[in-house]
């Protein structure tokens, strides 16, 4: 089963957790990646940029930047997203290895990080309500595998 932009409602602060639908992360596309990823940063209190439409912009510009709101400065996060075996164009190499350089928080995230909880266990590393021990478990997180026939 696969979840489509057009199932993601709009605004996405109207998001209901609820339709997120059990995805095998092997067919997982990356607008749905995008729409988890987003819907745990909302999740978690964290603020996020994602240019819609990229055309006009820098070419190779990560997908995502995502910031904690407490104001603390301490990490800014800058990921490309990517389908499993994706690969990175030139510019977002170079941009990529500009960011690392400046020392950036800079990575990719695949939905097999997903499924594994990596990109969870990064979005809570600086999430503000976790010092509070306030941090929500996304309700289908439970249920994602790597492959639907496990």
């Keep these: 089963m696969t979840i489509a932009t057009e199932d993601v409602p709009w605004p996405y ?13 092997a067919t997982m596309t ?13 999740l978690y209190g964290l603020l996020y940029y994602h240019t819609h ?3 006009g912009s820098q070419p190779g510009f990560p997908d995502l930047v995502i910031v904690s709101p407490d104001g603390d400065g301490q990490t800014v996060l800058f990921r490309e997203l ?26 990719v995230w695949t939905p097999e990080d ?8 990064e979005l ?14 996304p309700p289908d ?3 994602l595998t790597l492959d639907e026939a496990a």
């Design 114 to 121: 997903y499924a594994t909880r990596r990109i969870t266990c």
């Design 30 to 42: 990356e607008a749905a990646l995008l729409a988890r990823v987003m819907h745990l940063c909302r």
């Design 124 to 137: 809570a590393a600086i999430s503000p309500l976790a010092a509070m021990g306030q941090l929500p478990v």
């Design 13 to 25: 602060e109207t998001y209901n957790a609820a339709r997120i639908q059990v995805i095998s992360a």
């Design 82 to 107: 990517k389908v499993n075996g994706g690969r990175l164009t030139f510019e977002q190499k170079r941009w990529g290895r500009a960011l690392r350089a400046a020392g950036e928080d800079y990575g």
């Design 53 to 55: 439409d990229s055309r």
């Design 141 to 143: 997180m439970q249920q």
